[in-house]
């Protein structure tokens, strides 16, 4: 247990940094959450917690917060092509055990549930309008922020959880691997269709690529990729219906009642530094993962676990013990996050197969695979249980 009194400072107040923050505050620590005004609201991207992430929530005190919001469970996961014909078909209970299934929410929700147990705790200081703009550093090392109204705030240590595009990664971390997919989405919300409840579907056609789940409230997710360089013929509000079912043809039999949508580009981040003296990095600045698999907030959920657990009985005020232990924390999670970010890149570049060779040879593969029960087995639990 620390004797410093000064709280943990967390730069960033979405799912990673609130993820800290409650992973902290389950071991006793004190944190101060620094975010932009509305900013942690910003992305709706229909999250999934995977099986893995159940356990840090309850850990943390968060689960029941979490399932307040009305998550929908399910266990069904679906690959099939644009005539809906199934080319994979995977059950997370009859593979996995029973209690392994994804739980959907949108990520508004994710995050208010999580701000609801930080809340809870009574060990978080929220700063909801007060965006840091700086790291102070003395003699090379990080001893708190700046925030953008001139205030400071020493912290023994400094969690930055700002997301993909942080200039704090940038002045003080380094350099990054990155890689542009040259796709985007365009991710809707649409009345739920009761022919695709209870499923998560991946159709992969000659036409493009299209992501399908149910949301709570009687909504589902369409997700819609397309070439990002592409300006006369994207999805759009007005688009979106004809793009999903040219995409997914048995679409033309429903009526697509859209609620709302918007885009992001789909690229791959990988810091190549995760710790300086006094700071570490979590979540989307640290790692972007190809959505494949819905993998990126669960990898921030492992994050934060990771990250808390090794400074937890530690006398934060000396900073050498400290310091090894978040130095520890990077190594151990970038190597991790790197397999994942392998994998999540394969994915990604298998989606994207444009010749007819190309995309022969992947239902093959995929039909193979549908009647290998271990090979599924091993490919589903690399899916799920991500952490």
Not at 46 to 57: N, R
Not at 114 to 132: I, K, M, Q, R, Y
Not at 183 to 193: E, K, P, V, Y
Not at 249 to 264: K, Q, V
Request: aromatic share 6%; with cysteine.
């Amino acid at each position: 247990m620390s004797t410093t009194q000064e709280p943990i400072a967390v730069v960033g107040g979405g799912a990673a940094g609130i993820a800290t923050a409650l992973a902290l505050a389950a071991r006793g620590l004190p944190s101060r959450v620094f975010e932009r005004a509305g900013s942690a609201n910003e992305i709706d991207r229909g999250d999934i917690v995977h099986p893995g992430s159940v356990p840090l929530l309850h850990r943390w005190g968060a689960w029941d917060a979490v399932t307040a919001a009305g998550p929908l469970d399910f266990a069904d996961f679906r690959v099939v092509d644009g005539d809906g014909s199934p080319l994979f078909t995977a059950n997370t209970r009859s593979l996995l055990g029973r209690d392994c299934h994804l739980t959907a929410l949108r990520h508004p929700d994710i995050v208010t549930a999580l701000h609801a147990a930080a809340a809870g705790t009574g060990l978080v200081d929220f700063h909801g309008s007060e965006p840091v703009s700086e790291l102070i550093t003395e003699r090379g090392r990080v001893t708190g922020v700046r925030t953008g109204g001139g205030a400071e705030y020493p912290a023994p240590v400094t969690v930055v959880a700002t997301g993909t595009r942080s200039k704090l990664r940038a002045q003080h971390f380094g350099g990054h691997r990155s890689y542009d997919y040259g796709t985007s989405f365009f991710n809707a919300r649409i009345t739920a269709l009761d022919a695709y409840r209870g499923c998560g579907y991946y159709v992969l056609d000659r036409e493009g690529v299209l992501v399908m789940v149910a949301l709570p409230g009687d909504e589902m997710r369409i997700g819609i990729q397309f070439d990002t360089a592409v300006r006369d013929d994207r999805p759009s509000a007005a688009t979106f219906a004809a793009h999903a079912r040219r995409i997914l043809r048995p679409l033309r039999r429903y009526a697509l009642d859209f609620i709302e949508g918007h885009t992001y580009r789909l690229e791959g981040v990988l810091a190549d530094a995760w710790w300086r003296p006094g700071a570490v990095l979590a979540g989307d600045v640290a790692h972007t993962v190809h959505p494949t698999g819905g993998q990126g907030m669960n990898l921030a959920f492992g994050d934060a676990e990771a990250l808390a657990s090794r400074v937890a009985a530690l006398d934060l005020a000396a900073g050498d013990a400290v310091d090894a232990a978040c130095r520890d924390y990077a190594a151990h999670r970038r190597a991790r996050v790197r397999a994942v970010f392998r994998r999540s890149h394969l994915g990604g570049r298998l989606a994207t197969l444009r010749r007819p060779a190309a995309i022969a040879a992947r239902r093959a593969v995929l039909r193979t695979a549908d009647h290998l029960p271990p090979l599924k087995r091993a490919v589903i639990r690399r899916l799920v249980e991500v952490r």
